[in-house]
């Protein structure tokens, strides 16, 4: 927002994220935010504070952008951070005020929000509550706020406001570029999300069930997927077999999706996600079976990890398919170290009893087995001279297919790909 001109407050309750961010310093890993941030709090258009009274009486426009995860033992999403920010924001509002939702939450929710925000406030119903989610990939993030490819605003169609209008001002530089700007009610703006992200999680999902058929045939998912892909109608992206998808997206937010659709009477509707879900989980199973068949047995194998993070250009290790198939190995009785460029710290927060190496080479040390389980541009540039001298054995599983398989296999390696012969 401070990039498009804006003056802006950020407002967080750790306060160890407001003194990296008041440094200049962004609190975990994405490619580009360091410089936009440092470069708007030099120019004075963006500070950061704890105080909500202080957010309050700086600002008309709020975005609400906390996190939504999975509640324990349930599929259901917690939306505790959610209604803090309006209990304790809208009692402070006194006039005219919009706040923009930007979490990904079930369907209903902005609606109960908005009742609940008018009831709270000084301002009544000249305070009004939108949906505005986003739809910003990690590692990607800082171009897809910049240049997103549609802009999406739910509005109270029972209480028109201005919403619309004030939305169309912070978006100006945006809508003049073009960039399709699409306005709904506040319901049908949640279920945008919501189905983004299913339907990315189904076609993942998709891909990776191909290439369980494909290795029982002896198929190539990887010249399959490039085949399908170009047809218009089904597209290449997303069509990468592997390991499966994870993070702090994904996985949940499908999952809550399922659980909104039951209490709305449609579970019916989604039952295939429940499919789309096990398929994705059954990967990492499938990877901790193929690193066993490549020692014979786990119990005192040699495993090398070759990334952590979910996903490339990120630290993220929530739910990370790397790390689990780390921790699965681990408890079979295999010595793993993992190696990752940024996700280090995380992962050693996270799964502190695994192994950690400081490059590459180091994790691969005396390994029986080299899994590659993130497709970081450093693993996929690896030569299998890089490896020769430092492995116990020359064996390769490819969890993301990132690699030449001929190249390993003419070099002496052992290569595995997933969905691959």
């Not at 306060?15 to 936009?36: D, I, M, N, R, W």
């Not at 009692?91 to 009742?115: D, W």
């Not at 929530?318 to 710290?345: C, F, H, W």
Request: hydrophobic share 45%; proline share 5%.
């Amino acid at each position: 927002m401070a990039e498009l001109g804006h003056e802006v407050l950020g407002v967080d309750v750790d306060s160890a994220k407001l003194t990296k961010l008041e440094a200049g310093e962004v609190p975990f890993y994405e490619p580009g935010l360091e410089e936009v941030l440092r470069r708007n709090i030099a120019a004075g258009r963006l500070r950061f504070t704890s105080s909500y009274e202080e957010a309050a009486a700086f600002a008309d426009v709020h975005f609400l952008g906390v996190g939504t995860p999975q509640k324990k033992g349930e599929f259901a999403a917690d939306l505790t951070y959610v209604d803090a920010v309006i209990t304790t924001l809208a009692p402070l509002i006194t006039g005219p005020a919009v706040i923009f939702g930007k979490s990904t939450v079930p369907v209903g929710t902005a609606q109960r929000l908005g009742v609940l925000a008018r009831e709270l406030s000084p301002a009544g119903e000249d305070l009004e509550v939108a949906w505005n989610p986003e739809f910003l990939r990690e590692g990607f993030a800082v171009q897809d706020t910049l240049h997103p490819d549609r802009l999406v605003l739910g509005v109270d169609r029972d209480r028109p406001g201005r919403a619309e209008d004030v939305a169309r001002e912070v978006y100006s530089t945006l809508i003049e570029d073009d960039i399709p700007f699409l306005v709904t009610d506040v319901a049908t703006a949640e279920l945008v999300k919501t189905s983004a992200n299913a339907f990315l999680a189904t076609k993942i999902s998709f891909i990776n069930a191909i290439s369980e058929v494909c290795e029982a045939a002896g198929a190539d998912v990887t010249v399959l997927a490039d085949a399908i892909g170009h047809d218009a109608r089904i597209g290449r992206r997303f069509l990468n077999a592997g390991v499966g998808f994870g993070g702090g997206c994904l996985p949940k937010d499908i999952r809550a999706f399922m659980a909104r659709a039951g209490e709305l009477g449609a579970d019916q509707a989604l039952t295939f996600l429940r499919e789309v879900d096990n398929i994705n989980m059954r990967r990492r199973t499938r990877m901790v079976e193929l690193a066993r068949e490549a020692c014979g047995s786990l119990l005192g194998a040699r495993v090398a990890v070759l990334g952590a993070a979910f996903k490339p250009d990120s630290d993220d290790v929530r739910d990370s398919p790397a790390l689990n198939v780390a921790g699965q190995i681990q408890l079979q009785g295999a010595a793993v170290t993992v190696y990752d460029p940024k996700a280090m710290e995380n992962s050693r927060a996270l799964f502190p009893t695994l192994g950690y190496a400081q490059t590459a080479f180091d994790a691969c040390e005396g390994a029986d087995v080299v899994l590659v389980l993130t497709e970081w541009p450093e693993f996929r540039k690896l030569q299998p001279a890089d490896l020769d001298a430092v492995v116990r054995k020359r064996v390769l599983i490819d969890g993301r297919n990132c690699l030449d398989p001929q190249q390993w296999r003419d070099e002496g390696w052992t290569y595995r790909g997933l969905g691959r012969p």
